[in-house]
Every structure is written in C-alpha cells, then in structure tokens.
C-alpha cells in the first residue's frame, strides 16, 4: 500500500539543495546546522540501497547538530544552537520517514 504522503510529496518540486530544511521549511543560508545536513541528506539518497537504518541517520544528524553547538565559542549563541537542536531534529526525525526510501521506517526504527 502506497503511504499518501508520500505519494503527495512526489506531486511537489523536487527540493534539489543540500540546506537543513525542506522546501519552505528551511533553516536561514548562514546557519551552521546546513553541514550536518548535508551529510544527512546523502543517507536518504542511499536510503533504497544501503543497510543504514532511519534512526541510525537521524541519531547521527542530532549529535552531529549538538557537536556544532558545542563548537559555537560565544556561550549565548551555543544555547541558541542547543535550542535549535531541540526544536528541528525532531521535525527532521517525526517527517523524514515520509521522504525515506529505504526498509527500516517502521516507528522506532
């Protein structure tokens, strides 16, 4: 059985860029989490082909947000980090498994 989101979501424009985010839902060009998600991104392109698991890329994508903030020298600006951290790796984690080709979507996977 087809999952109809993402059947919907093969009716959008394809979103072509690397940046953390997807379509209108991006975080702004400067922002240093864009790295963390490109390394992300290339796990859902090798989804259908690899044996990565969805909660394997998703763990990395959040420790990887987390060593950026840790990173950041201005001590505001890594709480800022860390909150961002806590607000989109779960928007990344609950709707991802709709844009995953791969077999391990299952909740909890």
Not at 14 to 36: I, N, Q, T
Not at 61 to 83: K, N, S, T
Request: aromatic share 14%; proline share 8%; hydrophobic share 40%.
């Amino acid at each position: 059985m087809i999952n109809p989101l993402k059947w919907f979501l093969n009716l959008l424009p394809v979103d072509e860029s690397d940046d953390a985010g997807w379509g209108p839902f991006k975080l702004p060009p400067e922002h240093p989490f864009h790295r963390a998600a490109r390394l992300h991104d290339i796990s859902f392109r090798n989804s259908g082909s690899n044996t990565e698991r969805l909660s394997e890329a998703d763990w990395l994508l959040f420790w990887r947000f987390v060593m950026l903030a840790r990173a950041e020298p201005d001590p505001i600006q890594r709480c800022h980090l860390a909150m961002d951290a806590c607000k989109y790796w779960p928007l990344a984690r609950h709707f991802g498994r709709y844009l995953w080709d791969g077999t391990n979507t299952k909740k909890g996977s």
